[in-house]
T-cell receptor, first 115, second 113 residues
């Protein structure tokens, strides 16, 4: 597709349930990022992939968060045993190359609400 | 730790009333400073990348400038469709994590007709 696609756009889950969020990056983009955006805040870095390799997961809030990109294209962010503080918009971004200062192009995000 | 502070938090302008948004930053070696526009319910849309002090970039009514400590986004004769949240982000050049963006909280711009 022309841009980064994320699904679902909205997800409501009960506390304790597991959720999976999907990201389809721009075709051919090497780098893929996940960010978390709380209401009224800027996005905060969660994790970074270069092709299928997860090179940085330092921003993941806890071991309940897990991300994968097994074939170097589509990525999934999984949250286990969700808690209310996990409610946020989860943004995926991709960039063409695997080096810095390339612009990152964002999808429209998944808005996650934990009841 | 890299930090980005944007001001003001919110700005209300009349159509045609030019103004500037500020982004102050501290970073261990700047690799790039990025401006994004974010509409409600949408992801950030890339506007500009600035790499070194003194650099300027323009797009329609927007012009971004960069010094060693801050960046400005100048909006000339804004229109209601320019209403959005404008986000500033930095990418550090030193160390290993020279790919992730550190964002400010954004400036919510409202342009009234």
């Amino acid at each position: 597709g022309a841009g980064v696609s994320q699904s679902p756009r909205y997800k409501v889950a009960k506390r304790g349930q597991d959720v999976a969020l999907r990201c389809d990056p721009i075709s051919g983009h090497v780098s893929l990022f996940w960010y978390q955006q709380a209401l009224g805040q800027g996005p905060e870095f969660l994790t970074y992939f270069q092709n299928e390799a997860q090179l940085d997961k330092s921003g993941l809030p806890s071991d309940r968060f897990f991300a994968e990109r097994p074939e170097g294209s589509v990525s999934t962010l999984k949250i286990q045993r969700t808690q209310q503080e996990d409610s946020a918009v989860y943004l995926c971004a991709s960039s063409l190359l695997g080096v810095g200062n390339q612009p990152q192009h964002f999808g429209d995000g998944t808005r996650l609400s934990i009841l | 730790e890299d930090q980005v502070t944007q001001s003001p938090e919110a700005l209300r302008l009349q159509e045609g009333e030019s103004s500037s948004l500020n982004c102050s930053y501290t970073v261990s070696g700047l690799r790039g400073l990025f401006w994004y526009r974010q509409d409600p319910g949408k992801g950030p849309e890339f506007l500009f990348t600035l790499y070194s002090a003194g650099e300027e970039k323009e797009k329609e009514r927007l012009k971004a400038t960069l010094t060693k400590k801050e960046s400005f986004l100048h909006i000339t004769a804004p229109k209601p469709e320019d209403s959005a949240t404008y986000l500033c982000a930095v990418q550090a050049g030193g160390g290993g994590s020279n790919y992730k963006l550190t964002f400010g909280k954004g400036t919510l711009l409202t342009v009234n007709p």
